[in-house]
């Protein structure tokens, strides 16, 4: 990530939207006045700080203290090394997990305890989650190698562990259950 990435990823997650124009005050007022603003600020900044290499100053390190400090306040966990899109949003802030493994397209909306994650310690498989996706309360997704596709919305309490097709709905009952989108064409 470089310095114009962040910029943006500012510009469309803490100032409302790539449209608006980088401006340091009106980003420092959000940032004071809006927890998930400060968050996605701070956060962002830590991976830029983690993706960088050691100078001078040892950016992974201030990185990692910038990452638990959001921990202990925030009750969100995203690894460092997760990539996400810009356009991350937040319904409720708390028990949210991602791993390092996840690869996450743009504009994903999340809702609380929600577990994006691995099954093993050294999984060498990846998460991968495409633009436009939805994730209900209490979703879980644990596995490797899972593709969830663009315009996907699961539902609340569901349980991921293999791919989702492109602009389906997927809940829970008893078993998973995948179904297109209306107006989407069948597989």
């Known amino acids: 990530m ?20 980088f401006k340091p005050k009106r980003m420092l007022r959000r940032i004071l006045q809006r927890e ?52 991350i949003t937040f319904a409720h802030r708390t028990g949210i997990v991602i791993a390092d493994a996840a690869r996450i397209g743009e504009n994903l909306f999340i809702r609380q305890n929600t577990t994006i994650g691995v099954r093993t310690s050294g999984q060498k498989g990846l998460i991968y989650i495409g633009d436009n996706v939805e994730l209900g309360a209490n979703v879980c997704i644990i596995g490797e190698d899972i593709h969830i596709g663009d315009n996907v919305t699961i539902g609340a309490m569901a349980f991921i562990n293999k791919d989702v097709p492109p602009d389906s709905t997927c809940y829970t009952r008893h078993v998973a259950t995948i179904r297109p989108k209306e107006g989407a064409a069948a597989a």
């Open 2 to 21: 470089d310095w114009h990435t962040l910029k943006r990823y500012w510009r469309i997650e803490v100032m409302g939207g790539e449209h608006k124009p």
């Open 36 to 87: 998930q603003e400060h968050y996605l600020f701070w956060f962002r900044l830590a991976q830029y700080f983690y993706r960088r290499p050691k100078g001078v100053l040892n950016y992974p390190k201030i990185a990692r203290r910038i990452h638990a400090s959001l921990v202990r306040t925030h009750g969100i966990d995203i690894m460092l090394a997760a990539e996400i899109g810009a356009g």
